[in-house]
């Protein structure tokens, strides 16, 4: 029996990377998977991919609307135990060159959408449920023009600490799955120089890949991580650590 046997899991951002190697993990752990993507084509292809047990609903984080619509396809099913906030975007820009559209662009998704992909998953959420959020190394190392999007990190780290006070009742453990640079579609697109000087930093001497971040998702998700919540779990090749 799987360790996920019988949950039912949202895992927003579930199209590629750690999100999709996050859902095809659960489902094997025996989960039932509803994951999010802004766009249609990858959504479809990353349904396919999962094969079985799986729901794929297209929408923003950043768009409220389309939040309420996941969570009334997913009520169609019933409960949810895991919600692994996981949608993210990831840009470069010095100090100097910041606009107003990098700023909000990156705010409204790793921030607002973060927060209220779990608000809106509270009435559905079963009491000793599991919530996820895909924070970084960046919330705790300075990378120059990287640093709007570690502050995005921060603070969805500071939700988790008054999340683990506010739910203790419910017994819901919120945590914060922090991965170092990890080979995904968002880290292809950045400046590979840019990528080099980081992976330079890794102690372990590589960047990680989707599979181990997803195994540290489904230990937090599982009752593995029964006493563990309000943390940040590194998964970064000791980046963060040394």
């Not at 360790?3 to 990377?17: H, W, Y």
């Not at 802004?38 to 047990?53: F, M, T």
């Not at 009752?223 to 980046?239: C, K, P, Q, Y």
């Amino acid at each position: 029996m799987g360790k996920l046997q019988g949950k039912v899991a949202v895992i927003t951002g579930g199209t590629s990377g750690i999100g999709l190697a996050t859902a095809k993990l659960f489902v094997k752990e025996g989960a039932y998977v509803f994951i999010t993507g802004r766009r249609q084509k990858e959504l479809d292809e990353a349904v396919q991919a999962i094969g079985s047990n799986v729901t794929g609903v297209q929408g923003d984080v950043a768009k409220l609307r389309d939040l309420d619509r996941l969570y009334e396809t997913v009520k169609k099913r019933g409960r949810i135990d895991i919600v692994f906030a996981n949608a993210g975007v990831a840009e470069f820009a010095p100090l100097g060159e910041i606009t107003e559209e990098h700023f909000d662009r990156l705010f409204n998704t790793n921030v607002k959408g973060t927060l209220f992909t779990v608000q809106k998953s509270l009435p559905l959420l079963n009491d000793g449920g599991s919530i996820i959020l895909t924070g970084s190394v960046g919330s705790v190392k300075g990378t120059p023009a990287f640093w709007v999007y570690g502050a995005t990190k921060a603070a969805i780290r500071n939700f988790v600490r008054a999340w683990t006070l506010e739910l203790k009742d419910r017994r819901i453990r919120s945590n914060v799955l922090s991965p170092g640079p990890t080979e995904t579609p968002i880290v292809d697109q950045q400046p590979r120089e840019a990528i080099a000087r980081i992976v330079s930093t890794i102690p372990m001497g590589r960047m990680g890949e989707p599979d181990e971040i997803a195994k540290a998702a489904l230990f937090l998700a599982s009752d593995d991580s029964s006493f563990v919540t309000g943390i940040e779990l590194f998964v970064d090749g000791g980046r963060a650590q040394v």
